[in-house]
């Protein structure tokens, strides 16, 4: 569900997105330059926003080029809201949680979780949704529960935060992780969605399970693919 905080407006998040949304290492600097950035944005007519084409349905390029989904309508509505157009590029996760954007593009609106490790390189605007992180399992799977996982193959997208959960690595900030991560045999893809086409091949073809954004099951299994879901969200 997309929230925004009571004592925040949108358009005070919009202001604060486009004006402090920015990527380095040298986040001071960036600050003192972050109304440049709004500036540059609006004498340019265009907002140049990463995110990702194969993530359905927060966001997704069609066939004939046009892109769809959550984040690019709430992308489209700050544009909106700045008097800009919205420009969208298909940017690999991994490289926009690394940082040095080096001016490529302006901003990220692509369901990115606060952690304390990428606030390191990236300045976040408060959190405009939250969504839970599901396991789901091919739908003939006999996987009882999430323990029940326990060495099996298990498929995630590259640096997200659901590789670092099954890791043991992640710290999130203002939330908890409900459910212990499972030691299971890492399998890391490119994206989410090729992990999920890969289990949908069959139980145990090449994964055993998928750990992924709630959503992005649910739309999976609503387009016919014979996956379900596997217990609770563990975050």
């Known amino acids: 569900m997309m929230f925004v905080s009571r004592r925040r407006s949108l358009q005070a998040l919009l202001f604060t997105l486009a004006g402090c949304l920015t990527l380095g290492t040298a986040q001071g600097s960036l600050l003192a330059q972050s109304n440049d950035l709004l500036a540059q944005v609006k004498e340019r007519g265009v907002l140049r926003v990463s995110t990702d084409s194969n993530y359905r349905p927060q966001s997704y390029l069609n066939p004939d080029g046009t892109w769809e989904g959550f984040d690019v309508d709430v992308a489209r ?21 690394a940082g040095s954007w080096n001016g490529r593009w302006d901003v990220n609106v692509g369901s990115m979780t606060v952690t304390a490790e990428r606030q390191q390189a990236l300045l976040f605007t408060i959190p405009y949704y939250y969504t839970p992180a599901s396991f789901i399992v091919h739908e003939t799977s006999t996987t009882a529960d999430i323990p029940a996982l326990e060495g099996k193959r298990v498929g995630v997208g590259t640096a997200t935060t659901y590789q670092a959960y099954l890791e043991g690595t992640l710290t999130l900030e203002g939330e908890t992780i409900a459910i212990p991560a499972p030691s299971v045999d890492i399998r890391i893809y490119d994206t989410d969605s090729l992990a999920i086409q890969d289990l949908a091949l069959g139980d145990g073809t090449r994964l055993d399970a998928v750990l992924t954004a709630l959503p ?6 609503q387009e016919g693919l014979p996956l379900k879901t596997l217990g609770d969200p563990v975050y």
């Open 77 to 97: 509505e700050i544009a909106s809201r700045l008097g800009v157009e919205a420009e969208f590029l298909d940017i690999n996760f991994d490289v926009i949680t």
């Open 216 to 221: 992005t099951a649910e739309d999976a299994i």
